[in-house]
């Protein structure tokens, strides 16, 4: 597993673009719907397979969760460049000793799957664990991008 950092200067981050970005997302995610994956299942749209992800936040950090079951880790890339955090690789199909597939419902292949993520974070601390199947990606949020307890004095 191999984990790319990008780092972007401070004049990149266009917070007016934001709502785009969230727009993006509900646009890419429509073809994530059953629909679609049939289709892509039958390769009619496009070959390849995006796995689920899972996408959480807290004070410190957000983290991904990514299915990638019957994968090994050297198969799977890791990438950040300022907030769009991209998971690629590839599942191979078993070996077969000239063995016939009957039935064939698991997706192999090459997938890439970005996400924008709701927040800066620090790329210089980020850290993945790979186990059962589950790929875990935390991601510490920069300090400006943690919430700030401001206290109020009254005169």
Known sequence: MSLIRYQTPELMAWPSLDRWSSLRDDLNSLFELPFWSTIARQGQLFSGW???LDLYQNNDNVVAVIEL??????????????????????????SSNGEKAER???????????????????ANKVSASYRDGILTVTLPKAEEAKPKQIQVNVD
């Open 104 to 122: 064939t419902e698991r997706y192999i292949g090459k997938f890439r799957r970005s996400i924008t993520l709701p927040t800066r974070v620090d």
């Open 50 to 52: 995006s796995p689920a």
């Open 69 to 94: 079951p019957g994968m090994r880790r050297e198969d799977i890339e890791i990438s950040l460049h300022a907030r769009t955090l991209t998971i690629s690789g590839e599942r191979k199909s078993r």
